[in-house]
Each structure stands twice: as structure tokens, then as C-alpha cells.
């Protein structure tokens, strides 16, 4: 029985082109030294992510979906999403973990990264919102 992708060529190659960035960006980490913090980062990140992460904002998901409409939920997701990734990134500077470090580098100090988060994460969810309220109006409006 032969199997048969399902998708694109195109949709194929960005999926093998990505994996090898991945790979090549993963093998310059190891090259690093310490591979032994990437690993446990990689490992720890996997189970946190599939163990915690995924059942809470799937089900919160789902019970957001039940509710009628569900027009507002991509307003809600993207903002969450972005705000939750540049978190993720920039943890540990929002945190002041490392400052004297980076200090020490760079000459800089890194004030105000908390502060930054959050801004960023009102203006989206007061863009993501905005432009609820015009797509919801004009829809109702037809």
C-alpha cells in the first residue's frame, strides 16, 4: 500500500527545511560547551510543555470553544500566544536573573524589561481587541 503525503510539495520541503535549521541551530548549541544544559533545558521543556502545558491550554481552549459565539476566541489566542512566546524569551531578563552578567558584557543594563512585557502585551490585547469590535460591528451591520 503506498502512502501518500497529503499536502503540497511546497508545504513539505518548508516542514524538511525548518527541521534541518533546527538541526543545524541545535548542533551550534552543543558546539557551545555544556551540552549537558541544553539537554536537560531540551528534556525539561518537552515534559513541562506535554506534561503540563498542553492539557491546561487545551482544555481552556475547549471550554472557551463551548460558549456561543466562539468568534472571539482567535482574538484571544493570538495575543496570549505572542505574549506568552516573548515571555518565554525573555524570562530570564524579565526576571533580573543575570544581570551582572550582562553587565559585565555588554556595559548595558537591562531595565525595564518587565515593564516592556507587559506594555507589549496590553497593546496587543487592546489591538487583538480593537479590531474585534470593528469585524464584529460590521458583520452585524450586513
Same mark, same amino acid.
Given at each position: 500500500? &503506498?502512502?501518500? =503525503?497529503? /499536502?503540497?510539495?511546497?508545504? $513539505?520541503? !518548508?516542514? $524538511? %527545511? %525548518?527541521?534541518?535549521?533546527?538541526?543545524?541551530?541545535?548542533?551550534?548549541?552543543?558546539?557551545?560547551?555544556?551540552? #549537558? @544544559?541544553? %539537554? +536537560?533545558?531540551? +528534556?525539561?521543556?518537552? *515534559?513541562?510543555?506535554?506534561?503540563?502545558?498542553?492539557?491546561?491550554?487545551?482544555?481552556?481552549?475547549?471550554?472557551?470553544? @463551548?460558549? &456561543?459565539p466562539?468568534?472571539?476566541?482567535? =482574538? *484571544?489566542? *493570538?495575543?496570549?500566544?505572542? /505574549?506568552?512566546?516573548?515571555? $518565554?524569551?525573555?524570562?530570564?531578563? +524579565?526576571?533580573? &536573573?543575570? #544581570?551582572?552578567?550582562? !553587565?559585565?558584557?555588554?556595559? #548595558?543594563?537591562? #531595565?525595564?524589561?518587565?515593564? @516592556?512585557?507587559?506594555?507589549? /502585551?496590553?497593546?496587543l490585547?487592546?489591538?487583538?481587541?480593537?479590531?474585534? $469590535?470593528?469585524?464584529? @460591528?460590521?458583520? /452585524? !451591520?450586513?
Amino acid at each position: 500500500m &503506498k502512502a501518500r =503525503y497529503g /499536502s503540497s510539495p511546497l508545504h $513539505l520541503l !518548508s516542514h $524538511l %527545511a %525548518a527541521l534541518a535549521l533546527a538541526a543545524w541551530a541545535l548542533l551550534q548549541a552543543l558546539q557551545l560547551g555544556g551540552w #549537558e @544544559r541544553v %539537554a +536537560i533545558w531540551l +528534556i525539561g521543556a518537552v *515534559v513541562l510543555h506535554d506534561a503540563l502545558l498542553w492539557p491546561a491550554y487545551t482544555t481552556l481552549d475547549r471550554l472557551a470553544l @463551548r460558549r &456561543k459565539p466562539a468568534g472571539w476566541a482567535n =482574538y *484571544v489566542r *493570538v495575543p496570549v500566544g505572542v /505574549s506568552a512566546l516573548l515571555l $518565554l524569551a525573555f524570562f530570564p531578563v +524579565i526576571c533580573g &536573573k543575570g #544581570e551582572a552578567t550582562y !553587565s559585565r558584557v555588554s556595559g #548595558e543594563s537591562w #531595565e525595564g524589561y518587565a515593564g @516592556r512585557w507587559l506594555m507589549v /502585551s496590553a497593546v496587543l490585547f487592546l489591538a487583538a481587541g480593537a479590531l474585534y $469590535l470593528v469585524r464584529s @460591528r460590521s458583520g /452585524s !451591520s450586513n
